[in-house]
T-cell receptor, first 112, second 114 residues
């Protein structure tokens, strides 16, 4: 079945630093989504990508749909303490059912 | 617009007990799904539904039942709880068609089985 590898597993950075994380797949995806989960809450959608090569920003967050359709990247610029949380990528393959595959998550900690 | 709601927020069960986790959405979404989240394992799909009357198994369906009698509701039933089902359970919904496969999550139910 389709699988997603998300890296890194965790990051501990200083406030103000930029952050990069990525997801890769062994098969092609038609949609990439990036979510953030804060402690005790459900995941919240940050960015949705629908076309290969697409680059989309949401404030300090920028995500890209890889040109091969097998990867996606999320960058956070000038991190702040409230960026703390778990970031998940999710991909949709050829299925039209809406079914998503999730990465294992990247845990981000920001030191003030 | 409440979005996706889940009840209860916390639950403790004894091994062998059964219970139903409730999920409702008011966005008229066709697609609904249940995930469990365990440390270091991300979100794993239990069951999903592409519309009222239609359900299918996900990655980890054993020990769980679902039904979808209305568009709004998608309850998850634990038939005979086991300690391995201790987890955080999330319900999600999306329009599931066209350009929007974006799933919206509820706040979760934290279940402990002793």
């Amino acid at each position: 079945g389709q699988q997603l590898n998300q890296s890194p597993q965790s990051m501990f950075i200083q406030e103000g630093e930029d952050v990069s994380m990525n997801c890769t797949s062994s098969s092609i995806f038609n949609t990439w989504l990036w979510y953030k989960q804060e402690p005790g809450e459900g995941p919240v959608l940050l960015i949705a990508l629908y076309k290969a090569g697409e680059l989309t920003s949401n404030g300090r967050l920028t995500a890209q749909f890889g040109i091969t359709r097998k990867d996606s990247f999320l960058n956070i610029s000038a991190s702040i303490p409230s960026d703390v949380g778990i970031y998940f990528c999710a991909g949709r393959g050829s299925s039209n059912t809406g079914k998503l595959i999730f990465g294992q998550g990247t845990t981000l900690q920001v030191k003030p | 617009n409440a979005g996706v709601t889940q009840t209860p927020k916390f639950q403790v069960l004894k091994t062998g007990q059964s219970m139903t986790l409730q999920c409702a959405q008011d966005m008229n979404h066709e697609y609904m799904s249940w995930y469990r989240q365990d440390p270091g394992m991300g979100l794993r799909l239990i069951h999903y539904s592409v519309g009222a009357g239609i359900t299918d198994q996900g990655e980890v369906p054993n020990g769980y039942n679902v039904s979808r009698s209305t568009t709004e509701d998608f309850p998850l039933r634990l038939l005979s709880a086991a300690p391995s089902q201790t987890s955080v359970y999330f319900c999600a919904s999306s329009s599931g068609a066209g350009v929007s496969y974006e799933q919206y999550f509820g706040p979760g139910t934290r279940l402990t089985v002793t």
